[in-house]
């Protein structure tokens, strides 16, 4: 791999200025939703939009030396092309919560055993790896968005309490995650769901 990262996220010297298409968002839907399975292999920081376009691909690989997270919070933002909506239907929820609230990089052991990563490579030989995984079938191949969860009032409760207490005592960084949206809230709705149903408290 060439670099020293994946992709470590947004210029911040482009904040604020008008954006220019194609969205990320979009994009990252359409490589979601194609008929073709999209594998990539990680290296390097892979932080804020390069974690999000990870988690839009069909199966990811990380290389030696990665590092995930979704620091948009140290910024006073959210992340913002579909990472708060993939992560938690991807891992554990009070896993996906914890990794977003705090900003923090993940790395590749814990990114591995977290179910972020589907399993860990070699240079020059991973992607042909996985893609030869995927059709023989001992890699699943899986459309994040389309992952169906249900809300945890437990865990909705506990995390919550956190992000207020982090919030009270200026120690840390508290955000609260909206709902709605075409792939629901980041508690685990099922997609299209009506949050104001599900018991959470998170709309």
Known sequence: MEGRALSAGADIREFGKPPIPPRLPDVLDQIEASKKRVVIVVHGATLGGGLELALACHARVGLPGARLGLPEVTLGLLPGAGGTQRLPRLIALESAIEIIS?????????????????????????ALAAAAAILDGSLIARRTGDIVLQPDPTVCARSGARCRAWASSGDGIAVRFFGGGRRGCDCGHQAGGDSRRSGCGCA
């Open 102 to 126: 705090t900003g923090r990089q993940v790395p590749i052991e814990e990114a591995l055993e977290l179910g972020i990563l589907d399993r860990t490579g070699k240079p020059h030989e991973a």
